[in-house]
């Protein structure tokens, strides 16, 4: 499933081609993607003004007529869905870049028709990704969003945060770190690589990044550093590509190229002071890649 750094890759992609364009019309062509679509869901977006797209950990966010307060078309992915542009008229050549990624038509699903004869449609071959609306300037509020923590690549990520959140918590530290409740966003790939970059365990218990006095410890303020280092380094790399996930030009994400331990089971680990090798283990359903040799 396409984690954050692929959203905000795809939000790049099409914030430059979307915004400032109508909605001229939209084309369901089934009532429902994971969910039902939401009643009057079309007509609530005709004849909109795209003013900002935009992300909340793995939404995207597409914000309408913002003077007149319109409303908000909320996207998530799920675990194939993709965008792709056709009938392409009068783009930029920046623009252009992002037309027609080749998805098979038997899946595609909802077709935006935007001013200037251009239609964004959104292809989703295992229907798990859903759209929804929210109003605006109550976004915090919509069900899909009131519980989740933290952005990760925001000022509001900080070591004081997390040891709030983090004070005498005994679950593993990556259960905890994949918990949407404290840091929105973050799954199980960059947790993972996070963890090796911060040389922290994945086993140990979160609350032991916490001083007895409250603040945040050494190994904590590392962890930050570490999460906000793995999302802007798979930002810039256009994320990770390991199935179904293209970037909104069609091309495949470049950061799988550089994982550490993501896996990578039986390999050696890569930091150049350590002799350990890559092990698995699960937690909580989900595998997880760790060096046993430096992660403590």
Same mark, same amino acid.
């Given at each position: 499933?396409?984690?954050?750094?692929?959203?905000?890759?795809?939000?790049?992609?099409?914030?430059?081609?979307?915004?400032?364009?109508?909605?001229?019309?939209?084309?369901? *062509?089934? &009532?429902? /993607?994971?969910?039902? =679509?939401?009643?009057?869901?079309?007509?609530?977006? +005709? @004849?909109?003004?795209?003013?900002?797209?935009?992300?909340?950990?793995?939404?995207?966010?597409?914000?309408?007529?913002?003077?007149? *307060?319109? &409303?908000? /078309?909320?996207?998530? =992915?799920?675990?194939?869905?993709?965008?792709?542009? +056709? @009938?392409?008229?009068?783009?930029?050549?920046?623009?252009?870049?992002?037309?027609?990624?080749?998805?098979?038509?038997?899946?595609?699903?909802?077709?935006?028709?935007?001013?200037?004869?251009?239609?964004?449609?959104?292809?989703?071959?295992?229907?798990?990704?859903?759209?929804?609306?929210?109003?605006?300037?109550?976004?915090?509020?919509?069900?899909?969003?009131?519980?989740?923590?933290?952005?990760?690549?925001?000022?509001?990520?900080?070591?004081?945060?997390?040891?709030?959140?983090?004070?005498?918590?005994?679950?593993?530290?990556?259960?905890?770190?994949?918990?949407?409740?404290?840091?929105?966003?973050?799954?199980?790939?960059?947790?993972?690589?996070?963890?090796?970059?911060?040389?922290?365990?994945?086993?140990?218990?979160?609350?032991?990044?916490?001083?007895?006095?409250?603040?945040?410890?050494?190994?904590?303020?590392?962890?930050?550093?570490?999460?906000?280092?793995?999302?802007?380094?798979?930002?810039?790399?256009?994320?990770?590509?390991?199935?179904?996930?293209?970037?909104?030009?069609?091309?495949?994400?470049?950061?799988?190229?550089?994982?550490?331990?993501?896996?990578?089971?039986?390999?050696?680990?890569?930091?150049?002071?350590?002799?350990?090798?890559?092990?698995?283990?699960?937690?909580?359903?989900?595998?997880?890649?760790?060096?046993?040799?430096?992660?403590?």
């Amino acid at each position: 499933m396409p984690e954050l750094p692929e959203v905000e890759t795809i939000r790049r992609g099409l914030a430059p081609v979307l915004e400032g364009r109508s909605i001229e019309a939209v084309e369901l *062509r089934r &009532p429902d /993607l994971r969910f039902p =679509l939401p009643p009057g869901f079309a007509g609530a977006l +005709e @004849g909109r003004r795209i003013d900002h797209v935009g992300r909340r950990a793995k939404y995207l966010l597409v914000e309408t007529d913002a003077a007149q *307060r319109g &409303p908000i /078309l909320v996207m998530h =992915l799920g675990m194939t869905g993709s965008f792709r542009f +056709e @009938g392409a008229l009068n783009l930029t050549p920046a623009e252009g870049r992002y037309f027609d990624n080749k998805k098979k038509t038997i899946h595609d699903h909802v077709v935006f028709h935007l001013d200037g004869g251009l239609d964004l449609v959104f292809n989703d071959a295992r229907r798990f990704g859903f759209m929804a609306l929210a109003e605006a300037g109550h976004l915090e509020e919509h069900p899909l969003f009131a519980h989740l923590g933290l952005e990760p690549t925001g000022n509001a990520l900080s070591a004081s945060e997390l040891a709030a959140k983090f004070a005498g918590r005994k679950a593993p530290l990556k259960a905890v770190l994949m918990d949407q409740r404290v840091i929105a966003g973050l799954g199980n790939i960059y947790v993972c690589e996070a963890l090796w970059r911060a040389k922290l365990s994945p086993r140990r218990a979160a609350g032991t990044l916490v001083r007895q006095d409250g603040q945040p410890s050494a190994r904590l303020i590392r962890l930050v550093e570490a999460v906000r280092d793995v999302i802007a380094d798979a930002v810039a790399a256009g994320g990770s590509s390991l199935r179904d996930y293209v970037q909104a030009d069609g091309s495949v994400g470049r950061f799988q190229e550089s994982f550490a331990v993501y896996d990578r089971e039986a390999f050696p680990c890569p930091r150049p002071t350590c002799a350990g090798v890559v092990s698995r283990i699960v937690q909580s359903g989900r595998s997880t890649f760790y060096c046993p040799v430096c992660q403590r």
